[in-house]
């Protein structure tokens, strides 16, 4: 079924270039458009559907009341507002067979949430999109899984000042330290557990592959890293893979790589294009 009303949770630093990138390579407008915000910045989101909302559909609309949202039925809703808003709606869209995007994947390494989301999608016929967000290689990864994972490694790396504000600051003096610094090594639920704020990468690639429990995630403070660094390596009975990602920060909110827009983006333009890639 081709898509025609698209719901969106989040007017964030996800959101806004997601929402350009549609407006200018949207084949056909579809019927609706509708946006759910925090009250306290639904000005702002507003102002950014005076400018794409055009472009996407017909009818668009910024609301702040979930109910309301919801109602509309929509036939994809993608969320990119963050951990609480997953667990606030997304067993509801899903509920109503409303197909989900998620981007905020390092909600679904709370078991009874994944579970939830999982037997609503099960129950409605609707379908749960794990966006592959600011990792690239999900397609090959997730692939070799049906062929057999021997190893899977994923490194954090980060510039010192990027930790700041998590655990990794009574382990490390992020202010003085010289050379690259593994300063966590553990279970990618683990790790989730205890950086929630650096989840989503570890979750992506650890659900894509062998789960939580079987992937390790080390956690670097480099001086040298030129910006968030993903790095994964894998070896499978149909591939190694060996690979590094330089994430380019969000002009917006630089925990967010700039990609992560474009990854949404993607999965919304290859539901209304006859050829996906
Ligand atoms: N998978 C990935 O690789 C990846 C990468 C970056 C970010 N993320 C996730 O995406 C989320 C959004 O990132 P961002 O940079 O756009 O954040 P942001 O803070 O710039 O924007 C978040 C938006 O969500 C809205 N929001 C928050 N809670 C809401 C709620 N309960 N109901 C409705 N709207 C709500 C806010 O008003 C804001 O507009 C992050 O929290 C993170 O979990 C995932």
């Given amino acids: 079924m ?21 407006a200018g390579n949207v084949p056909a407008q579809l019927d609706r458009l509708s946006l759910l915000t925090l009250p306290a910045v639904a000005d702002g989101a507003r102002a950014l559907l005076d400018k794409v909302g055009p472009r996407i559909a017909r009818e668009h609309e910024v609301v702040t009341d979930a109910d309301a949202f919801l109602s509309r039925r929509h036939d994809l809703v993608v969320e990119c507002a963050g951990h609480a808003a997953v667990k606030a709606y997304g067993t509801r869209v899903l509920e109503v067979g409303t197909d989900l995007l998620v981007v905020s994947i390092g909600s679904l390494t709370d078991d009874a949430l994944r579970e939830s989301l999982r037997a609503a999608a099960e129950k409605s016929g609707a379908r749960m999109i794990l966006c592959s967000g600011a990792i690239g ?11 057999g994972i ?25 202010d003085t330290v010289t050379s690259e610094t593994v300063f966590y090594e553990g279970t990618a639920r683990a790790a989730a557990r205890d950086y929630p704020q650096n989840a989503n990468s570890a979750a992506t690639i650890a659900i894509a592959s062998v789960g939580l429990d079987h992937v390790t995630v080390r956690l670097v403070a480099d001086p040298a890293a030129p910006g968030n660094v993903h790095e994964f390596k894998l070896s499978s009975a149909c591939a190694d893979m060996d690979v590094r990602i330089v994430g380019k920060p ?9 990609s992560t827009a474009y990854t949404v983006a993607r999965e919304i333009l290859n539901r209304l294009s006859p050829i996906a890639i």
Wanted: no cysteine; charged share 20%; net charge positive.
């Fill in 137 to 147: 290689g999900i397609d090959l990864l997730s692939a070799a899984r049906l062929a």
């Fill in 250 to 258: 969000s002009p917006d909110n630089p925990k967010t790589s700039m």
């Fill in 150 to 174: 021997e190893r899977i490694t994923y490194t954090s790396r980060k510039p010192p000042k990027a930790w700041k504000g998590t655990p990794a600051a009574l382990l490390v003096d992020l």
């Fill in 2 to 22: 081709k898509l025609k009303s698209l719901g969106v949770i989040g007017s964030g630093a996800i959101a806004a270039p997601m929402l350009e990138a549609v």
